[in-house]
C-alpha cells in the first residue's frame, strides 16, 4: 500500500513559478514508476510528467516541455514538479501518481496508475 499526498500548490501570475512535492509512504519506493497528472474543470485528466519504475527514463507532455521538471529522491519517498513560466491554461487541480507493476517504459496514462493522491490545486492568473 502506498499513500501519496502532495503539497505546494496555490496561486501564481503568469510567468511565475511553483515547486509541487508529492510525499509517499511504502518501503520500496524507489521500485515505483512515479508520474504528475492534472485535471482542469470540465477536462479529462491528463498526463504532466513522469519517471519510468527505474527511474532512468522521463517524458513531459509537449505543452510543459521546456517549462516543468520533475524530480525524486528515493532517500526521501518524494517527488517534485518544478514548473517555471506558468501559463492560465496550466490552472488545474495537480495529482502525483504511483505505480508498482512491471514495466520498463515511462507511462503516461491515467489508468496505467495505480495509487493517486488527494491532489493540490494550481492557479495562474493572467
Known amino acids: 500500500q502506498v499513500r501519496l499526498v502532495e503539497s505546494g500548490g496555490g496561486l501564481v501570475q503568469a510567468g511565475g513559478s511553483l515547486r509541487l512535492s508529492c510525499a509517499a509512504s511504502?518501503?520500496?519506493?524507489?521500485?515505483?514508476?512515479m508520474g504528475w497528472f492534472r485535471q482542469a474543470p470540465g477536462k479529462e485528466r491528463e498526463f504532466v510528467a513522469a519517471?519510468?519504475?527505474?527511474?532512468?527514463?522521463?517524458a513531459y507532455a509537449d505543452s510543459v516541455k521546456g517549462r516543468f521538471t520533475i524530480s525524486r529522491d528515493n532517500t526521501k519517498n518524494m517527488v517534485w514538479l518544478q514548473m517555471n513560466t506558468l501559463k492560465p491554461e496550466d490552472t488545474a487541480v495537480y495529482y502525483c501518481a504511483a505505480d508498482d507493476s512491471w514495466g520498463v517504459v515511462v507511462r503516461t496514462r491515467p489508468d496505467e496508475y495505480y495509487y493517486w493522491g488527494q491532489g493540490t490545486q494550481v492557479t495562474v492568473s493572467s
Open positions: 511504502g518501503r520500496t519506493f524507489s521500485h515505483y514508476a
Open positions: 519517471f519510468s519504475r527505474t527511474g532512468a527514463g522521463t
